[in-house]
């Protein structure tokens, strides 16, 4: 499976008024995996007016937003951000990142999983 199907089912266009101009909802997160003993990061570039639907993680977990401006909601509480910014995700949170400007966006979690077509399977809930 190619990368950007195994997130495509995370990442959706904003539900706003740029959908009456035609942005499409298909685009390429671009994700890179990024494994180091026990630690596993995924890259993904969320375009301007795009979003990773709320989900959520049996243990916390970092974030981080290397580029870009976005809104996370976590539990309801939403924070805007501007990179460069490192971001704490509890345990059980269910969590949404909202993408105002083009941004580049790193998961950092612990898991011995290394391979990229299971890696999703093994950190998603739902």
């Keep these: 499976m190619r990368d950007s199907a195994v997130v495509s089912h995370l990442l959706h266009a904003v539900q706003s008024p740029i959908e009456s101009i035609g942005m499409s909802i298909d685009f390429d997160p671009c994700v890179v995996h990024h494994f180091a003993a026990g630690v596993y990061a995924k890259q993904m570039t969320l375009p301007a007016n795009h979003f990773a639907v709320?989900?959520?993680h049996?243990?916390?977990h970092l974030s981080i937003l290397a580029q870009g401006r976005v809104t996370v909601d976590i539990d309801g509480r939403v924070t805007e951000y501007t990179a460069p910014a490192c971001i704490t995700i509890k345990a059980g949170a269910?969590?949404?990142?909202?993408?105002?400007e083009d941004a580049v966006w790193f998961c950092i979690h612990a898991t011995d999983e290394t391979d990229p077509n299971k890696v999703d399977e093994v950190l998603i809930g739902g």
Excluded: L
Excluded at 94 to 100: C, D, E, P, W
């Design 58 to 60: 049996s243990y916390d």
């Design 94 to 100: 269910k969590h949404r990142i909202v993408a105002h």
């Design 54 to 56: 709320k989900h959520s």
